[in-house]
């Protein structure tokens, strides 16, 4: 099992944003953050390889962005904020060790972050950096291989996958608030707590979850499940829209 990861860029601070704020970033803690972050997917039994950054491309960690990993092959994406086009080559370079790659071609855009896979089912987010071109571009892919590919609006936050992660076989976590959950009809779905509405972001690996630390409440509801809830600090991260799924690329 590998887990892919980029290098924090020194230019973090000018990521692009959507929906938050500017804030200040403490670069050094962001890189601490992020070490534990590949800490806990070593101790998940995933051997970590972790890519070059560069002033040039400020949100180049959040290399999930770049890329979908499935069985068969790997979708290699066309980044919906141009800035971050840069990125992709290196991501599809190291993914070609692994995967027959194939490309989402333009006009289509699409993030990573906003493709969600649950076995044979895949729900790509139509946001401001995906659009329905890249969708049916994926739809023609995978619709061969037996996946089923549905298309989900996407308001109030950046990704799909900021609105509704895979936490177990058939359940998800939602908020509500940010995604129409009835999309999600044939899966159990898990509500966030309502004081948390930024948790519904977890990166499910084959034995625990990892889930940010900022989110006590929704991780008890996880831990109420019998899910082994690995908590990690990714404040720093969030800052720039960033999350525990974005920050890697997992290649079973």
Same mark, same amino acid.
């Given at each position: 099992?590998?887990?892919?990861?980029?290098?924090?860029?020194?230019?973090?601070?000018?990521?692009?944003?959507?929906?938050?704020?500017?804030?200040?970033?403490?670069?050094?803690?962001?890189?601490?953050?992020?070490?534990?972050?590949?800490?806990? $997917?070593?101790?998940?039994?995933?051997?970590?390889?972790? $890519?070059?950054?560069?002033?040039?491309?400020?949100?180049?960690?959040?290399?999930?962005?770049?890329?979908?990993?499935?069985?068969?092959?790997?979708?290699?994406?066309?980044?919906?904020?141009?800035?971050?086009?840069?990125?992709?080559?290196?991501?599809?370079?190291?993914?070609?060790?692994?995967?027959?790659?194939?490309?989402?071609?333009?006009?289509?855009?699409?993030?990573?972050?906003?493709?969600?896979?649950?076995?044979?089912?895949?729900?790509?987010?139509?946001?401001?950096?995906?659009?329905?071109?890249?969708?049916?571009?994926?739809?023609?892919? $995978?619709?061969?291989?037996?996946?089923?590919?549905?298309?989900?609006?996407?308001?109030?936050?950046?990704?799909?996958?900021?609105?509704?992660?895979?936490?177990?076989?058939?359940?998800?976590?939602?908020?509500?608030?940010?995604?129409?959950?009835?999309?999600?009809?044939?899966?159990?779905?898990?509500?966030?707590?309502?004081?948390?509405?930024?948790?519904?972001?977890?990166?499910?690996?084959?034995?625990?979850?990892?889930?940010?630390?900022?989110?006590?409440?929704?991780?008890?509801?996880?831990?109420?499940?019998?899910?082994?809830?690995?908590?990690?600090?990714?404040?720093?991260?969030?800052?720039?829209?960033?999350?525990?799924?974005?920050?890697?690329?997992?290649?079973?």
């Amino acid at each position: 099992m590998v887990a892919l990861t980029r290098e924090v860029s020194p230019a973090l601070g000018a990521c692009q944003l959507t929906h938050l704020a500017r804030l200040p970033i403490d670069l050094d803690l962001a890189r601490a953050q992020h070490a534990a972050y590949e800490a806990a $997917l070593a101790d998940a039994g995933y051997r970590v390889e972790r $890519l070059s950054s560069g002033p040039g491309m400020p949100d180049c960690v959040f290399v999930e962005d770049n890329g979908v990993v499935l069985e068969e092959m790997a979708i290699v994406t066309r980044p919906g904020a141009e800035s971050r086009r840069g990125e992709v080559e290196a991501v599809a370079a190291a993914l070609s060790k692994y995967r027959e790659l194939r490309p989402v071609e333009p006009p289509g855009t699409m993030d990573g972050g906003d493709v969600l896979v649950s076995g044979k089912q895949v729900f790509v987010g139509l946001s401001s950096r995906t659009d329905r071109h890249a969708a049916g571009q994926v739809r023609h892919l $995978l619709e061969p291989h037996g996946y089923t590919v549905s298309e989900v609006d996407v308001a109030g936050c950046l990704h799909l996958k900021s609105a509704v992660t895979v936490i177990d076989e058939d359940v998800l976590l939602v908020n509500a608030e940010w995604i129409d959950a009835t999309e999600f009809g044939e899966f159990e779905l898990v509500a966030v707590d309502p004081r948390e509405p930024g948790a519904a972001n977890a990166l499910r690996l084959r034995d625990r979850v990892i889930f940010p630390s900022a989110f006590p409440r929704t991780a008890e509801r996880l831990a109420a499940r019998g899910l082994r809830v690995v908590p990690v600090d990714v404040s720093e991260l969030a800052k720039a829209e960033g999350a525990v799924t974005c920050c890697s690329l997992l290649v079973g």
